[in-house]
């Protein structure tokens, strides 16, 4: 069995209550695949950065999967000719 490996890189910036993640997924020639997610302070919460940091970065990783299922899709359909059907 060969194995492969992918990797994504996770960046966290932070700026005036907004945290911004981008996850770029890095597999073989694909690395064009950048999620974004964004999270915003509630200014009645307590400030806890690392509760930004989650939830941006679990809403850049859920984009990402999508461009992903979209682009597994894609390449299905340029393959096969026919409409794939896929769930995420």
Same mark, same amino acid.
């Given at each position: 069995m060969q194995e492969k490996g992918w990797s994504v890189? /996770?960046?966290i910036d932070?700026?005036?209550g907004l945290t911004?993640?981008?996850a770029q997924l890095y597999a073989e020639d694909r690395s064009d695949l950048i999620g974004v997610g964004m999270a915003r302070l509630?200014?009645?919460d307590s400030n806890i950065p690392v509760i930004g940091d989650e939830l941006a970065t679990a809403r850049a990783l859920?984009?990402?999967a999508h461009q992903l /299922?979209?682009?597994t899709a894609a390449d299905i359909e340029r393959?096969?000719?026919e409409t794939p059907h896929l769930r995420a």
């Open positions: 890189n /996770i960046v932070e700026h005036e911004r993640a981008k509630n200014p009645a859920a984009d990402l /299922i979209e682009a393959v096969t000719k």
